[in-house]
């Protein structure tokens, strides 16, 4: 389009009346970038503030090996390394300081090396002070030597025993007809020297019907675990695996048959297979992690460090608050648990008592409340 000549001599004061009534919009064009700038700026600190994941219970099967034949092993004997002290000591002080409370020792079989185990463990103890040292072992290599010499620093001993028949026991892979003497044992020895004594079952096909409450009952465990067997990918679900579960896996509905028979046990922990397979925070031979997925393991924690290690894999944290995964794990935790049940049972009794006494049901039995009344066990 051209412009007439009157057009051009009034473009100038046009133009800036224009720019005058558009002045407003000057600002934004500083505000702009500035609030882009804000907005990556608290996204950099909110990302900082984030809580890492503070791996609070770790699991360190620091060997494979094993001298039991169990046919549902997950953590199979493919390889027999096994890390240095020296590097298992300086794994488990990045773990100490990256947040962890609990450290379980596992396996393989942790007591077919009891020096080094017992170096890891009186470390954790006397040099980390962490919260709670346990350790999980088929039982068959305990000595009472080995179990007095560490005792003050283990908190929690936990023997895995699926049957209370021998013969389902030898059937299983576990041991040669010798696994149940050895286990009451064992009981016998973390009483005497003060260790937390816990129970893991794995309920298969060969022990859900099984009824284990008299056993329960004279062993006292403080915790008894069962697990449903668990199929794990590249472990135990094939013949080309080391093991194969596939004639022990159960329905659903078999595993919480063996529940119902056993839950009115108060040490009585279940662990279905929802709960189980991604929530184990677990460190292999290798100082890695693994991921709960079944991707490739993390890099060394001593090569890459905590943090990045564990955002490389899939750890299931809210199946870990699920299923439990923090709870009284040493021993004064456990007595205030015990005193706090106490004192709400006989408070229960009491308002019953008192409710009673007007006229209300359970109040005339003069029974008071004691340890036996309520179920709360005396500790080991
Ligand atoms: S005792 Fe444990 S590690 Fe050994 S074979 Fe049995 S399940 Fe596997």
Redesign the pocket.
Known sequence: MQLRPSQISHLPREASVMLLQNLYLLPLLFLLPLLSWSFYLSRKIRIRLRPKTIPLSVNYHFTRK?N???GF?F?TDTNSYIAPVKDGNAALKLLAQAGMRKINFA???PFLYPGHLGKMVDFCKEILKLESVSIVS?GSKITESWIKAHSKNVDILAI?CDSFNEETNIAI??GKGTHIKQLYRIADWCRDYGILFKLNSVICQYNWKEDMNEHIARLQPYRWKCFQVLLVAGENDSDKTKRDVRNFLISDEEYEHFCRNHDKNACFVPEPNNLMAKSYLILDEHLRFLDRTGQCPSGSILGVGVNKALSSVFWDTNGFEERGGIYAWNEEQVRKKQEDELTTAIKTQLGASVSGSCGGPGGQSGKSADMEDIGVRPLP
Do not use: A, D, I
Request: proline fraction near 0%.
């Open positions: 094993c039991y034949e169990c092993c953590h396996g393989g079989e088929n895995s892979g576990r």
